[in-house]
T-cell receptor, first 112, second 116 residues
Framework: GESVGLHLPTLSVQEGDNSIINCAYSNSASDYFIWYKQESGKGPQFIIDIRSNMDKRQGQRVTVLLNKTVKHLSLQIAATQPGDSAVYFCAETSNSGYALNFGKGTSLLVTP | EAEVAQSPRYKITEKSQAVAFWCDPISGHATLYWYRQILGQGPELLVQFQDESVVDDSQLPKDRFSAERLKGVDSTLKIQPAELGDSAMYLC??????????????FGPGTRLTVT
């Protein structure tokens, strides 16, 4: 089936720096995208979502950018903190199903 | 803040035994999902319910897995018999009303299953 994938398996940043996590998707019918944060031993935690009629959405310290032309999604975290250390997943779905298709995840490590 | 509840949090069972997981979604959420997550990978859908009806169980290994949501609220996922390859995190998620387009799914803490 079509897949959602991440460019980098691990990302190490210094506390206070900005982080950018990238995601490529292949399903041209995808119209809804979510970023999740997952800490060890816990369930995924919703961070931010975006629909395909938008190209940018901002939350508290996070921004999601969507480029439908190249099927690319990114999550920007401003002023990264040690508590941001986790695995980040992008996921997509389309109106036909709603169940999420997840990528493999990027591990973010924030060093002091 | 409303949360998705799951129990047990951890389960160790021997292969060929039966095991069951329970999920209580956020109140008012009509759609309930069961996902399986193997260590180091993203979650993969097993079954999706809309109220009490199954809308997608195409990835559910029906020879050994079953799921039900009899009253359209809480749900149970069962494995019988368990196999070594079933060791994984089993996650339940719920969402409010996908009938108006996809909406955010909220996940529970998961059940970590180890089959020995």
């Amino acid at each position: 089936g079509e897949s959602v994938g991440l460019h980098l398996p691990t990302l190490s940043v210094q506390e206070g720096d900005n982080s950018i996590i990238n995601c490529a998707y292949s399903n041209s019918a995808s119209d809804y995208f979510i970023w999740y944060k997952q800490e060890s031993g816990k369930g995924p935690q919703f961070i931010i979502d975006i629909r395909s009629n938008m190209d940018k959405r901002q939350g508290q310290r996070v921004t999601v950018l969507l480029n439908k032309t190249v099927k690319h999604l990114s999550l920007q975290i401003a002023a990264t903190q040690p508590g941001d250390s986790a695995v980040y997943f992008c996921a997509e779905t389309s109106n036909s199903g709603y169940a999420l298709n997840f990528g493999k995840g990027t591990s973010l490590l924030v060093t002091p | 803040e409303a949360e998705v509840a799951q129990s047990p949090r951890y389960k160790i069972t021997e292969k060929s035994q039966a095991v069951a997981f329970w999920c209580d979604p956020i109140s008012g959420h009509a759609t309930l999902y069961w996902y399986r997550q193997i260590l180091g990978q993203g979650p993969e859908l097993l079954v999706q319910f809309q109220d009490e009806s199954v809308v997608d169980d195409s990835q559910l290994p029906k020879d050994r897995f079953s799921a039900e949501r009899l009253k359209g609220v809480d749900s149970t996922l069962k494995i019988q018999p368990a196999e070594l390859g079933d060791s994984a995190m089993y996650l339940c998620a719920s969402s409010f009303n996908p009938g108006q387009g996809a909406s955010e799914q909220y996940f529970g803490p998961g059940t970590r299953l180890t089959v020995t």
